[in-house]
C-alpha cells in the first residue's frame, strides 16, 4: 500500500524503476536457483538401481542372508552385502517385506509346440501340419513371457520347435523387441532315420513335410554335418535322439556329436527312452540326460559318478494330465535319482493343452509359467527337501544351461536376474507360486506382483548383431 502511494508522489519514477529492478533480479535469482537444483539434480541421478532384499536367498548352500541390499547398474550385479551404501540419486526398489532369489530355470521343455485335444486329438503330427513355424514362434513368444512372469528367467528349449522358431525366438528377446527368458535353443532334434517319428513313405520320402521337426543324421559324416547346421543356426545346445528308434545312436555315433558340439561352444542331451539307450548316453559321457522312465537304479548311480545331469520331466498328476500309476512311477524315480545324488534340474517337457487347464478355485485360465511351477508336487510328493528343490531349479538349471559363470549367483559381475517372492521357499516350497518382483538383464519386469514391461520393448536391435545374432 505505501508503495503504491508513493508510485504517484513527485519521485515515482525512480521508485518504479527501482521496483522493476529489484523484480528483475529476483526473477533472475530464482531462475538461477532452478538452474542450480536442475544440475544437483543431473549429478546426483544414478544409474545404480538398489534393491532392498528382506531376506536373500543362496540356493547353493541353502541359506538366507537378512536385510541386504543388491546393487545393479546396466545389465550386471556391481555389490551385494548387509550394509552397503546406496548411492546418492539410486533408484531404490524395496523388497524389505519379500525373499529374493535368482531367477528359476525350466531346463527341458517346447515353447513353440502346444498340441491339443481340439482340433487335432492330441495327436502332435497334425499340430506340426496345422501349425506354421511363424505362428508356433508367436506362440513361443507368448510363452515365454508367461514363463517371466512366473519367474523363469532362462528355459531351455529342446527341440520340437520346427525350423528354428527357438533360436529365432533368442534373438528376438535378445534384441530387445520384447521380454522374455533367456532361451537355450537346441534347433532341431537329430536322430537316426525317422527321428521321433514312424512316418509314412510320403512323409519320408522329400521331407517336405512335418520333417522340420527332426534331422535325419545316419552316418559320422551326416551326425557332423547335422550339428554344424544346427550350430550355424543358432543352437546353443545340441539334442541327440540316442535310442528313438532300435537302430538308435551307438557309443562312438553320441562321442562324435559331443566333440562337434564342443567345437561350437555346445554341450549334448541325450533323449533317451530305454535302458539300453540311457547305458550309451552314460557310457559316451553327455552332459544331460532328458526323460527319467527308463533309467534305472544303477543308471542313477553311474550319472552321479559321472556328474551327468538329469532332466528328469517330472509330470505331476493333474485334473489336465498323467495317471496315478504313471505318477508314481516319476516319483518313485524322482525319489531315487535324489537319493542316488544325480544332479537334478527342474524340467516339464511342456508341449500341450486342454480345457481342462484351470485354476479350480477361480476357474480362469492357468498361465504357461503357472503350469510350469505345478510340476512342484511331483517333488513334493517324491518328498525332495526344499532346499535341493530350490537348487534344481536355479543353480542346476543354470548349469545345464551351461551359464553358471554369467548368470544364476547373486553376486557382483553375474547378470542380474532376479525374482522375489513372500514367506520363504525353504521351508514352503510352494511360496514360488506366488512371484511378485521379476528383474531381467537389470530390467524390471514384474513389480508388486503386476507385469510392467515396458522398457522391454524396443524396435530395436538394441545390441548390435555383428555379424552374428547369438553366438
Ligand atoms: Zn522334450
Redesign the pocket.
Known amino acids: 500500500m505505501v508503495l503504491k502511494r508513493e508510485y504517484y508522489s513527485g519521485k515515482s519514477t525512480l521508485v518504479f524503476e527501482e521496483v522493476v529492478m529489484k523484480m528483475r533480479i529476483a526473477v533472475f535469482c530464482s531462475l538461477l536457483a532452478v538452474l542450480a537444483v536442475g544440475l544437483s539434480v543431473a549429478q546426483q541421478e544414478s544409474p545404480v538401481t538398489a534393491i532392498k532384499a528382506g531376506r536373500l536367498i543362496d540356493p547353493e548352500t541353502g541359506t538366507i542372508a537378512v536385510n541386504q541390499v543388491i546393487l545393479v547398474e546396466g545389465e550386471k550385479i556391481t555389490g551385494v552385502g548387509p550394509n552397503l551404501a546406496i548411492p546418492s540419486g539410486a533408484t531404490v526398489i524395496d523388497l524389505s517385506q519379500l525373499t529374493v532369489l535368482p531367477g528359476l530355470v525350466d531346463a ?1 521343455t ?1 515353447m513353440a509346440l502346444t498340441y491339443k485335444e481340439e482340433p487335432e486329438n492330441n495327436y502332435y503330427y497334425l499340430t506340426y501340419i496345422m501349425d506354421s513355424t511363424p505362428l508356433r514362434a508367436i506362440q513361443a513368444a507368448s510363452n515365454g513371457m508367461q514363463l517371466l512372469n512366473s519367474g523363469f528367467t532362462v528355459v531351455r528349449d ?3 520347435n520346427a525350423l528354428y522358431a527357438d533360436a529365432a525366438l533368442r534373438q528376438a528377446i535378445e534384441q530387445g523387441w520384447l521380454p522374455g527368458p533367456t532361451v537355450i535353443p537346441s534347433g532341431p532334434m537329430i536322430g537316426s532315420t525317422g527321428g521321433q517319428y514312424w512316418p509314412t513313405p510320403e512323409m519320408y520320402k522329400y521331407h517336405n513335410i512335418m520333417f522340420p521337426e527332426y534331422i535325419d543324421a545316419n552316418s559320422p559324416d551326416e551326425i557332423v554335418r547335422a550339428v554344424r547346421e544346427n550350430m550355424l543356426f543358432g543352437a546353443r545346445t545340441i539334442k541327440l535322439c540316442i535310442d528313438c528308434k532300435p537302430w538308435g545312436y551307438s557309443v562312438d555315433d553320441i562321442k562324435l556329436a559331443i566333440s562337434e558340439a564342443a567345437k561350437g561352444g555346445c554341450k549334448v542331451e541325450g ?1 533317451v527312452q530305454t535302458a539300453d539307450g540311457a547305458q550309451r548316453a552314460i557310457d559316451a559321457g553327455v552332459y544331460i540326460i ?1 526323460h527319467n522312465n527308463a533309467l534305472t537304479p544303477e543308471h542313477h548311480r553311474q550319472m552321479a559318478e559321472k556328474g551327468i545331469i538329469l532332466a528328469g ?1 517330472d509330470t505331476p498328476f493333474t485334473a489336465y494330465r498323467g495317471s496315478e500309476a504313471a505318477f508314481k512311477r516319476t516319483v518313485a524315480n524322482l525319489r531315487d535319482a535324489w537319493e542316488k545324488r544325480v544332479l537334478l534340474t527342474y524340467s516339464t ?1 511342456f ?1 500341450y493343452w486342454n480345457e481342462r487347464m484351470k485354476d479350480p478355485k477361480t476357474g480362469e485360465w492357468l498361465t504357461r509359467g503357472e503350469l510350469t511351477i505345478n510340476f512342484l508336487e511331483t517333488w513334493k510328493t517324491a518328498g525332495i527337501p526344499q532346499a535341493d528343490i530350490l537348487r534344481a531349479m536355479t543353480i542346476n538349471g543354470y548349469k545345464a544351461a551351461d551359464i553358471l559363470s554369467q548368470r544364476g549367483p547373486i553376486k557382483p559381475g553375474f547378470f542380474a536376474d532376479i525374482i522375489a517372492v513372500p514367506g520363504n521357499p525353504l521351508v514352503d516350497i510352494d511360496a514360488l507360486r506366488n512371484v511378485r518382483f521379476v528383474m531381467k538383464n537389470g530390467m524390471v519386469f514384474k513389480k508388486d506382483g503386476v507385469m510392467i514391461p515396458e522398457k522391454f520393448f524396443h524396435p530395436g536391435p538394441v545390441k548390435t548383431p555383428n555379424g552374428r545374432w547369438t553366438r
Open positions: 527341458h517346447h529342446v527341440g520340437n533323449h532328458a520331466t517337457d508341449d
